[in-house]
T-cell receptor
């Protein structure tokens, strides 16, 4: 099973709202990722968690706040977003560890976010 | 940093024809090259990948080739079917330096297979 689940599927929020996106995997993966994808563009990396620690922050504005409560869950907290933040937000995971030969990243279906 | 270029940006074929998508990368240290298929309204799906110690890999109608010297890799789809219509992304990564894989994506190819 290579399933990554994301909730909600769609989210509409105002610029003053606070909302959270949720991602879950039960494959034993220890690296989890947040990507942002605009229409007709490739995914852009936002954050990487490795062993529940933030390893990469690709200079993402502070209105996006990631959280990794445990090895299976990844959250993205949203606050005071702008209309240009409207996009598909993708979560991915991969088996991690320097001894592994596997680097396959598996993506979830994404959350379609609209900021009004 | 790594840069991946992908061509063509759109590709239209008749059902049963072959389709080829090409990517070039800039960082000679890259050693892992996955291909993703993304259908409308869905997340990217890993369809095949290749490591730098292998020149070619096949999985049914899909194959990927890698030329390390020229720093390019290609996706080949034979006997295309309408359900192959999607956006295809190539990517490159350096495996082994960290405990996670940072992917650099190409810009994508919109493949349309006409019945």
């Amino acid at each position: 099973d290579t399933e990554v689940t994301q909730t909600p599927k769609h989210l509409v929020m105002g610029m003053t709202n606070k909302k959270s996106l949720k991602c879950e995997q039960h494959m034993g993966h220890r690296a989890m990722y947040w990507y942002k994808q605009k229409a007709k563009k490739p995914p852009e990396l936002m954050f990487v968690y490795s062993y529940e620690k933030l390893s990469i922050n690709e200079s993402v504005p502070s209105r996006f706040s990631p959280e990794c409560p445990n090895s299976s869950l990844l959250n993205l907290h949203l606050h005071a977003l702008q209309p240009e933040d409207s996009a598909l937000y993708l979560c991915a995971s991969s088996f991690s560890g320097l001894a592994t030969s596997s680097y396959e990243q598996y993506f979830g279906p994404g959350t379609r976010l609209t900021v009004t | 940093g790594e840069n991946v270029e992908q061509h063509p940006s759109t590709l239209s074929v008749q059902e049963g024809d072959s389709a080829v998508i090409k990517c070039t990368y800039s960082d000679s240290a890259s050693n892992y090259f996955p291909w993703y298929k993304q259908e409308l309204g869905k997340g990217p799906q890993l369809i095949i990948d290749i490591r730098s110690n292998v020149g070619e890999k096949k999985d049914q109608r899909i194959a990927v080739t890698l030329n390390k010297t020229a720093k390019h890799f290609s996706l080949h789809i034979t006997e295309t079917q309408p359900e192959d219509s999607a956006v295809y992304f190539c990517a490159a990564s350096i495996k082994g330096r960290t405990s996670y894989g940072k992917l650099t994506f190409g810009q994508g190819t919109i493949l349309t297979v006409h019945p």
